[in-house]
């Protein structure tokens, strides 16, 4: 999965849903500014962090009533943040989930979870 650049936003609250995530040879991007939003960086940070393996990604394709929808999750530091799209890139859903202090369990790594 890629961060494409894109110009950045001040808040993508309305425009992250508009957004759509594009599938090109079965490679997956995603605007780097709606990566920072989720978790609110600088868009400019993202490409360097995710060359750097700090932030990491996982794509899973839905199966059985979920066939046409995409989960792709994100991983920073202490935090998740996972969006839900249609075939056509479109954002359904997003979520953001912040351990504060604590480590992310490495069970939120794995593809189901």
């Known amino acids: 999965m890629t961060a494409d650049a894109v110009k950045p936003y ?3 609250l309305g425009e992250a849903s508009a957004t759509t995530i594009a599938f090109e040879d079965d490679a997956v991007q995603v605007p780097a500014a709606v990566i920072a939003y989720g978790f609110d960086l600088e868009t400019p940070m993202v490409q360097s962090l995710m060359r750097s393996g700090e932030l990491t990604s996982l794509c899973e394709k ?3 009533e979920d066939v046409g929808r995409y989960r792709l999750t994100f991983f920073y530091k202490n935090r ?3 969006l839900i799209v249609n075939s ?4 359904l859903q997003r979520s953001v ?3 504060g202090d604590r480590e992310l369990p490495a ?4 593809p189901g979870i």
Do not use: V, Y
Request: charged share 25%; hydrophobic share 35%.
């Open 10 to 12: 001040s808040s993508l």
């Open 62 to 64: 839905g199966e059985n």
């Open 80 to 82: 998740r943040f996972q």
């Open 88 to 91: 056509t890139g479109k954002i």
């Open 97 to 99: 989930i912040d351990f």
């Open 107 to 110: 069970a939120l790594h794995k």
